[in-house]
């Protein structure tokens, strides 16, 4: 195939695509050999441009022929070419592409992973972009009741938002994570997002949503039963006394050390704020108890 001149088949297969007083109907099927023989040969010769012009236009006469599979194999080729050219807009759209197009039949799976692989194409280029087509992947998921399937999108959305200091955004998410995983019944998944939440929460000094979001979370059974709950509750104690020595040990901890990688590095940098200042806010309440895994009012 490397030795067939990509030009010639391309001109074969766009004059098959045009109807004429000679041609009254375009002749799709031989048009997209003509296309995807030329594809193949011009990214063979590196020629990334034509090769992705190419992988276009074989999608399309795949979509005319009725194969949506295959059309979608092709737009995926031609958003691989877009990102070696650097083109990230092209890159987002055709992955879109692709998903919508394994979406006409019926694979929520394929149509999930090529966003996917649109947003890791463009976490460094386009970020705000690459959240949202993994966001878009999680939803496929999760409306075809796959969630289990997302755990990892989770997290890739959720050290994305890290990267970009979009703390609450994150907590959100991880927010998320843990609701997917009690739908799948992966209770040690669900508490490990819970923690990772509030840890989230005490890394910004933001302590009281961190205690809120501990209440909130223990009105989960199987949280409120688990490591991961002992050791919110250590660390948002010792943020509550002021010691700085115990919030480090409990940073330290081997349940933490368990929890994604971009967590434990928050984790590690505690206390990121002034503790006394978070003691004398506490203490000025008027209910000024420690936290109780018992009482979740």
Known sequence: MAGSDPDK???K????????????NADWSSATAFYEQAAIAYRFAKNYEQAKIAFEKA????????????AAKHMESAAALAKELGNWKEVADFYRRASELYNECGRSQPASDALAKGARALEEGAPEEAVQLYTDACVLLEEDGKEQMAFDLYRAVTALYVKLEKYSDAATFLLRLGLAADKCNATNSQ????LSAIIVYVYVHDIDQAEKCYNDCSQIDAFLKSDQNRCAIKLLTA??????????RVAQSSTISHLDHVIIRLARKLP?????????????????????????T
Do not use: F
Not at 191 to 194: E, F, G, R, T, W
Not at 272 to 296: A, F, H, I, Q
């Open 9 to 11: 088949l391309m001109l």
């Open 272 to 296: 990121t704020g002034d503790v006394s200042s978070s003691r004398r806010n506490d203490t000025s309440k008027e209910d000024d108890e420690p936290l109780d895994e018992n009482d979740l």
């Open 239 to 248: 943020y509550n006394e002021g010691d700085v020595e115990e919030i480090k």
């Open 191 to 194: 508490c490990k997002a819970y």
């Open 13 to 24: 297969a766009d004059k098959l695509t045009k109807l004429s007083l000679t041609r009254w």
């Open 59 to 70: 999608s399309k006469g795949q979509e005319m022929l009725s194969s949506p599979w295959d």
